[in-house]
């Protein structure tokens, strides 16, 4: 959080700018979410267990690549552009990066990064946006997010 709160000093109270709809507020769009979905012991893969074959991983692609337009268009958004996902280690820990360009209505495109850390009993999912034309204020931010993110693993 005080990463986070370092990137908006410039934005004098930026939760009072916000809920009064001043325009300042809205020069930029940024976004970092973090979401645990729980199960059952066993339904998911273990923080420690390796990075998926290359057909595990073509297969998770095209599950979440074939989901991402019936799920944008709930919010009135396309997909620009399909990244792909990629298996990644954060911190010694495996997940799936999922990564996309997306336009809502005629608002500007926004750059989407989503995290999933499978965990045993639970799914942990850490997404990022931003709009692409704000790339190098967030990208640096986003990665010291990243690298600080730390999972205790579920037993």
């Known amino acids: 959080l005080r990463i986070w709160h370092e990137a ?3 934005l004098p109270n930026p939760k009072v700018k916000i809920n009064n709809f001043q325009s300042i507020a809205f020069q930029t769009y940024a976004r970092v979410i973090i979401e ?8 998911f893969a273990l923080l420690s267990d390796p990075i998926p074959s290359a057909g595990e991983l073509a297969e998770v692609d095209e599950a979440f ?4 337009p019936a799920s944008l ?21 495996s ?3 999922i990564s996309y360009s997306r336009q809502m209505a005629d608002h500007p495109p926004v750059r989407v990064d989503i995290y999933k850390f499978q965990n045993n009993d639970r799914l942990h999912t850490l997404t990022f946006s931003y709009r692409l034309n704000d790339a190098g204020v967030w ?9 600080s993110f730390k999972i ?3 037993k």
């Open 8 to 10: 908006f000093a410039w």
């Open 73 to 93: 268009a709930i919010t009135n958004s396309r997909l620009l552009t399909w990244y792909g996902t990629t298996p990644i280690r954060v911190n010694g820990q």
């Open 152 to 154: 205790n693993a579920s």
């Open 65 to 68: 690549r074939k989901e991402a």
């Open 36 to 43: 645990t979905e729980f199960g059952t012991k066993g339904d």
């Open 95 to 97: 997940a799936f990066r």
């Open 139 to 147: 990208s640096d931010l986003y990665s010291k997010v990243l690298t």
